[in-house]
């Protein structure tokens, strides 16, 4: 099976940078998705990561360690609308690929 | 592009009735996913079709859930006969390629209560 384990809430002010960790224990590991989910909002796609290191994208980076089974979103300059949950999800391959998603962590952004 | 479209958005039906939820994915895009979001149990993938075809319907929770995707634009999900515990938003997302690397596009959901 696999089980994913992020923070349930995080909470930080505008301008400030907050990382949002992912730890994993599955079988046929591929690769890891972050996901940006508003109240009320559908899922939408942040970033993917197959290979260790760090991946960049705006204000937004991801991080994996596919020897520590670990990952992590970090947002730089936050902003209001930053506001979200952020779903942490690996790409797992059992024959055929399929994403399973992590509880997700609720950020709160603060003035 | 449109994006992903679903409906009905809301759905409010009463114990033992059927339930269609309808998809269509954007254009072009050959996987089809069906998921399920509630508080308990966060977000869990129900059904995935490729091609047209069912890959992956281990999520489904149980004999009372059935899905179809007859063509390339179109996709259902019912469930008959419904029951309180099936309430939950009802995501259906789809990309352009087989396997899940890909981006996966999400529709705005349609929120299902049973009563």
């Known amino acids: 099976g696999q089980s994913l384990e992020q923070p349930s809430e995080v909470t930080a002010v505008e301008g400030a940078i907050v990382q949002i960790n992912c730890t994993y224990q599955?079988?046929?590991?591929?690769?890891l998705s972050w996901y940006q989910q508003h109240d009320g909002g559908a899922p939408t796609f942040l970033s993917y990561?197959?290979?260790?290191g760090l991946e960049e994208t705006g204000r937004f980076s991801s991080f994996l360690s596919r020897s520590d089974s670990y990952g992590y979103l970090l947002l730089q300059e936050l902003q209001m609308k930053d506001s979200a949950s952020y779903f942490c999800?690996?790409?797992?391959?059992?024959?055929?690929?399929?994403?399973?998603f992590g509880t997700g962590t609720r950020l709160l952004v603060s003035p | 592009d449109a994006g992903v479209i679903q409906s009905p958005r809301h759905e409010v039906t009463e114990m033992g009735q059927e339930v269609t939820l309808r998809c269509k994915p954007i254009?072009?895009?050959?996987?089809l996913f069906w998921y399920r979001q509630t508080m308990m149990r966060g977000l869990e993938l129900l059904i995935y079709?490729?091609?047209?075809?069912?890959?992956?319907d281990s999520g489904m929770p149980e004999d009372r859930f059935s899905a179809k995707m007859p063509n390339a634009s179109f996709s259902t999900l019912k469930i008959q006969p419904s029951e309180p515990r099936d309430s939950a938003v009802y995501f259906c997302?789809?990309?352009?390629?087989?396997?899940?690397?890909?981006?996966?596009?999400f529709g705005p959901g349609t929120r299902l209560t049973v009563l």
């Open positions: 999800a690996v790409v797992v391959n059992t024959g055929f690929q399929k994403l399973v």
């Open positions: 997302a789809s990309s352009l390629q087989a396997g899940t690397t890909d981006t996966q596009y």
């Open positions: 079709f490729n091609n047209n075809v069912p890959i992956d």
């Open positions: 990561n197959a290979l260790d």
């Open positions: 254009s072009g895009h050959n996987s």
């Open positions: 599955t079988s046929g590991f591929y690769g």
